[in-house]
């Protein structure tokens, strides 16, 4: 098999994968999966961080830099599936910017509904976000 046909063939596969996540997952879902906004760890004394482990045994784990009570940047990780990750990421991207009293009354059918719709058997995904970013804002006011 020469470069081209490799190419094609992952080309090929990625298409298979694609269709395969969209039979289960909306599109919004599967885009933010494969291209998650905000993903990776943040350093820095400036910055805070809380990991929580779900009841379905995903880790979730949110960095946050605040200042003057406006979350200016947010990322995370998860060892989580597909919906973990894009449910992260949706946190992230509906938290920043905002004041942490906004960040506070986050539910999950917010990110939800910012996702389009989580599958049913997925909804735990954005209850985990929730509880991770309550933990981290927790801490935050800890520190004050």
Sequence with gaps: MNDDDFDKFVEELQKEIIQKELEVFNERIVEIFHNPKNWGKM???????????????DLMEFYLKIKDGIIEKATFITDGCGASVAAGSQTTILIEGKDIEYAKNLKPEDIDKALNGLPEDHKHCAELCVRTLRKVLKKYN???
Excluded: M, V
């Design 43 to 57: 350093e820095g004394e400036d910055i805070i961080s809380e990991a929580y482990r779900g009841p379905c045994g």
């Design 142 to 144: 800890q520190k004050q």
